[in-house]
């Protein structure tokens, strides 16, 4: 018999659907899921569970991994930033101490995989001290009852250092937003209270606040809007929807929030 396949949401640049226990994608490029591939099955080797197992290709070339039973942290209207459009359990506190533990799991276990002479997506950066995700997003994390218990869409992850990782998922997940932005997700405003949850993620990480961390995160997210920017110029329309919605003019104006505010954020 066979299985159907069921389109998953999400995937803005792949194809992504569910077949039985699996999940079938188009691969970027066959380097690119090689390092993956060696990658998860590494994690497999350490013991994390928090990723998909990889398991090889199908008949029509596409990466094949498990299906990891839970509730991804879908955005009703994929691309916007207003944290309205995820579901409120994502803010809960309790969420950045499972996140935080998560994260920190991932990168000891990443901390001995051989990256060198790899093909990665996106740049290593230095110092390598593990492998970064790169898009630990709400939507690309698993909840089980409304606690974060797996990472999915791993083909943007490359070496890098930790700072660089946790100064992207502090800006999603305290988040790093001004204040208008956050009062129009219903969530609460003034730099204090970021500060606050800043904390909470790093403490459940086993970090202590750091400047670098901020700055990682302001680097991080202006690399991000410019490499949606390029796509959004080369004609991708998924960038160039989100262009049109206004998200990257907001996200610039967000940049600028945490650069004034990056040394209140570290409690400094």
């Known amino acids: 018999m066979v299985e159907p396949e069921i389109p998953l949401s999400g995937g803005s640049h792949s194809k992504v659907t569910r077949v039985g226990q699996t999940v079938r994608r188009v691969s970027r490029s066959a380097g690119v899921s090689s390092a993956v591939f060696d990658l998860l099955r590494h994690l497999e080797r350490q013991g994390f569970t928090g990723a998909p197992r990889a398991?090889?290709?199908?008949?029509?070339?596409?990466?094949?991994?498990?299906?990891?039973?839970?509730?991804?942290?879908?955005?009703?209207?994929?691309?916007?930033?207003?944290?309205?459009?995820?579901p409120a359990y994502v803010w809960r506190d309790d969420v950045l101490l499972h996140l935080g533990t998560l994260v920190r799991g991932y990168h000891d276990a990443a901390a001995t995989f051989p990256w060198a002479g790899r093909e990665w997506l996106l740049e290593t950066r230095q110092p390598v001290e593990t492998i970064c995700h790169n898009e630990i997003f709400p939507w690309n994390t698993v909840f089980r009852e409304g606690v974060p218990i797996a990472f999915i869409d791993w083909d943007t992850a490359a070496p890098g250092p930790r700072a660089w990782e946790i100064g992207f998922i502090a800006w999603h997940w305290v988040p790093f937003w001004h204040d208008e932005q956050s009062q129009a997700a219903g969530l609460p405003t003034g730099v204090a209270e970021k500060a606050r949850r800043f904390r909470l993620l790093l403490d459940a990480y086993g970090t202590q606040p750091d400047i670098t961390i901020v700055q990682s995160g302001i680097e991080r997210m202006q690399s991000f809007l410019a490499h949606m920017q390029k796509f959004a110029a080369d004609g991708s329309e998924w960038e160039v929807q989100m262009a049109q919605r206004g998200v990257f003019d907001e996200l610039a104006l967000t940049i600028e929030w945490v650069k004034t505010h990056a040394t209140t954020l570290v409690g400094t």
């Open 55 to 86: 398991l090889g290709f199908d008949d029509d070339g596409r990466e094949i991994l498990t299906y990891i039973e839970g509730e991804v942290a879908a955005q009703r209207r994929p691309g916007h930033t207003g944290g309205g459009d995820l």
